[in-house]
C-alpha cells in the first residue's frame, strides 16, 4: 500500500514536471501567440510581436515576454519586457477568463498625438462589436511599470519617468498612479519638472479624484475633487505651497528667489468646450511674502517696481475676469523710481487693472500718502500719485538724478503720473537749514512746480531764498545731457550774500537777472545787475598798493558778468563815487577753484577806466599823507596775483 502511494506520487511529479515544460515549450508559445496577438492587432489597428509566451501553473499566469508594438511605418509606440496574467478559474463555468491580476512591466511608450488618437479610436469599435472570442475576458485588477512614456504633440511633448500604477477594476473601478518624474516640455515656454502621485476612482463619464499631489522644486500642489467629462463640469479643492525660487527656475527668471507663496481655496470648471479661460473659475485665498521685481518679471513689466513684498488677500472669478483683494505691505522698495521705506496698501485687480489704493508709508524718512495702478497682462499705461512730508531732499535728488548742492533739508511734495511712461508732475517746497560758507550753503528755501518728460525736468515756477536774497527760476534740467537751462531774477539786500566768503569787496542792495546754463559740472552763470547804494572795502581787493581801510560809497552802479567755476568774464562794470566814475572790463581766473563760487587764489586781467576822478579824496587814501587838490582822469591795466 505505502509502495503505491509512492508509485501515484511520482507519477504525479512526472505529469507535473511535463506540464511544466511543455506549457514553456515553443509549441504552446506560438499557439498562444496566434490566439492573443490577432485580438490585439485588431483592438488597436497596429502590429505586435512578442519573443516568447509562457503558462506557469503554481501560480497559475501567462507570461509573455519582450511585446512590441509597431505602427505602419515600422516604428515602435510600445514595449514591455513582460505581460504577466494571473488567471482564476472560477469564471470558467460563467464562459469567462478571470484575469485576477494583469502585471505590465518594464514598459516604454514613445508616440505622437494622432498615434494615441488612432488607438483609442480603434479599441471604442473594438469594444463596441461583438466579440468572436468565445470567453470574455475579464481584468480584475492592473499593475503597470514603465520605465519611460514620451507622448508628442508636434515639437511639444509630455516625458514621464519611473511611472508605477495600480487599478482595481472593480465597480467602480479605482486607481492609483505614481511617477518619479513627470515633464511637460512644450514647443515654447516654460519646461515643468515634477513628482507625482494620484488616486482616483471612476463612475460612468464621473473623475472622483481622492487626491493628486505634484512637487517641482521644493513646491507642492495638492488637489482633490471630481469631474463630469460628460457635462464638461466639476469641482476640485486645492492646496498650494510654493517656494518663489521654483517659480524662479520655472520661468527662467533672474530676479531674486527668496519667499514662498500659500494658497488654498475652490476650482470650478464648466462647459470648457465653448471657452477655457470663462469655463474655468477660481475662489482662492492665498498669503505670502516675494520680492515685488520677481512678480513684475513674471508679468512682464519692465517698469521698475521693487522691494519686499508680504501679502494676504484672495482671488475668485474666471480665469478671464478675475477679481483679486488684498491687503500688501512693502519694505525697501522702488516705485517707478521713487525710494519706498515701507508702504501698507490695499491691492485691487479687476478688468485687468491692479490698483495699490490707500498707500501709507515712509519715503526717504518722510511720511507719505501713495496711490498707483497698473494694466495687466500687457502695461499700456499706469498711474501714480504720491503726496509727501518731511521727505529728505537728499533722496528726492537721487529720484531726479541731479543735485544742486544745497543742504540737506526737508521737502514737502506732491507728484502725479499717468500714461505709457514715467513723467511726473507735481509741486514741492524745501526748507534748509542755511548756514553754510556760501550762497548754496545759505539757501534756506526752495518751493516751486515742476514736470518731467524725456528725461527733462521743466520748472514752470521756481522760487529760492537764503533769506538776505531771494530768485524767482523758469526753465529746464536735462537729466540726459546733464545741462542747465535757467532764468533767473532776483534782488537781494547784500550782494555779498552771493559771493562771502570768497569776494567781499562790495556790499549793498542790487537787483539782478540773468541765465544759468551750461553742464552739471561746468555751469556759467549770465548776470546782469543794478544797484543804486554800494559800498565798496578797496583793502578786500589785495591790490598791489596799500590803501587805508576804509569805506567807499557807490552812489550807482550796473553790471555785466558771466562766471564759471574757474573764470569770471567782466563785460561791464561802471559805477559812481564821490570820487568820480568809473569803469571796468576783463576777467579774473580762479585756477585753484573746486566748486562754484570758490573764488579763493585769483589771478587778475582787468582793464580800469576813471574819469573825474577827486584828487583830494584819493590822496587821503594814501599813506604817504599828502594832499592833492584837482581831478585825474585815467586807465591803467591790473594783472597777476594779488599782494598777500
Known sequence: MKKGRIILLSLLLLVFAALFFALRGPNISNALKTLIIPELESATGQRFFAGKISVNLFPLFIEIRDLQGLDDRGQRFIKAGRVKGYIGLSGLMNKEILIRRLVVREA??????????????????????????????????????????????????????????????????????????????????????????????????????????????GSVVKLSGGWDSRSGSGEFRTELA???????????????????????????????????????????????????????????????????????????????????????RLKQGNIYGVEVDSLATDLLYRDGLMSFLKGKGEIYGGKALAEASITLPVVHTFTLHVKGQGMSSKGLFRLIRWDPGIPEGEVSAELSSAGAVFAPVGSFAYTGKGGGKDVLG????????????????????????????????????????????????????????????????????????GQLGGSFDDPFLDLRFTS???????????????????????????????????????????????????????????????????????????HVSARDMAMKEISESLPWGVSLRGSLSTSFTFTGEPWS
Open 442 to 513: 545759505r539757501v534756506q528755501g526752495v518751493a516751486g512746480q515742476f514736470s518731467m518728460a524725456d528725461n527733462i525736468i521743466r520748472f514752470p515756477q521756481l522760487t529760492i531764498s537764503t533769506g538776505l536774497s531771494a530768485a524767482a527760476a523758469t526753465g529746464t534740467v536735462d537729466l540726459g545731457k546733464r545741462g542747465l537751462a535757467l532764468s533767473l531774477s532776483g534782488r537781494t539786500t547784500d550782494l555779498a550774500d552771493l559771493s562771502a566768503p570768497y569776494f567781499t569787496a562790495v556790499s549793498g542792495a542790487g537787483e539782478a537777472e
Open 532 to 606: 543804486g547804494k554800494l559800498k565798496l572795502f578797496p583793502h578786500s581787493l589785495h591790490l598791489p598798493f596799500s590803501v587805508h581801510e576804509q569805506t567807499l560809497p557807490l552812489t550807482g552802479g550796473r553790471g555785466d558778468l558771466r562766471y564759471r567755476k574757474n573764470l569770471l568774464q567782466v563785460r561791464e562794470f561802471h559805477a559812481r563815487s564821490p570820487w568820480g566814475e568809473m569803469q571796468v572790463k576783463g576777467e579774473i581766473r580762479f585756477p585753484k577753484a573746486k566748486a562754484l563760487f570758490d573764488v579763493a587764489s585769483p589771478s587778475y586781467n582787468l
Open 108 to 217: 516604454e511608450i514613445s508616440a505622437g498625438r494622432e498615434k494615441v488618437e488612432e488607438i483609442i479610436g480603434h479599441v471604442e469599435k473594438y469594444l463596441a462589436k461583438e466579440s468572436e472570442f468565445p470567453f470574455k475576458v475579464v481584468v480584475k485588477s492592473l499593475e503597470v511599470g514603465a520605465d519611460t512614456i514620451s507622448l508628442a504633440d508636434g515639437k511639444s511633448r509630455l516625458l514621464v519617468q519611473g511611472l508605477r500604477a495600480e487599478g482595481l477594476l472593480k465597480t467602480p473601478p479605482r486607481f492609483r498612479i505614481a511617477a518619479k518624474k513627470v515633464s511637460v516640455l512644450p514647443e515654447k515656454g516654460p519646461q515643468v519638472y515634477g513628482m507625482m502621485e494620484a488616486r482616483f476612482a471612476v463612475r460612468d463619464s464621473k473623475i472622483d479624484l481622492s487626491s493628486l499631489r505634484i512637487s517641482s522644486r
Open 242 to 328: 510654493v517656494l518663489v525660487d521654483s517659480l524662479r527656475e520655472f520661468f527662467g527668471l533672474r530676479n531674486k528667489g527668496e519667499g514662498s507663496i500659500r494658497a488654498s481655496g475652490g476650482i470650478t470648471l464648466h462647459d470648457l468646450s465653448a471657452d477655457l479661460l470663462s469655463g474655468i473659475g477660481i475662489e482662492i485665498k492665498a498669503k505670502g511674502n516675494m520680492y515685488l521685481e520677481t512678480l513684475m518679471e513674471i508679468l512682464k513689466v519692465k517698469e521698475r517696481l521693487e522691494g519686499k513684498l508680504t501679502f494676504s488677500g484672495e482671488v475668485k472669478g474666471p480665469l478671464n475676469n478675475l477679481i483679486g483683494k488684498a491687503e500688501v
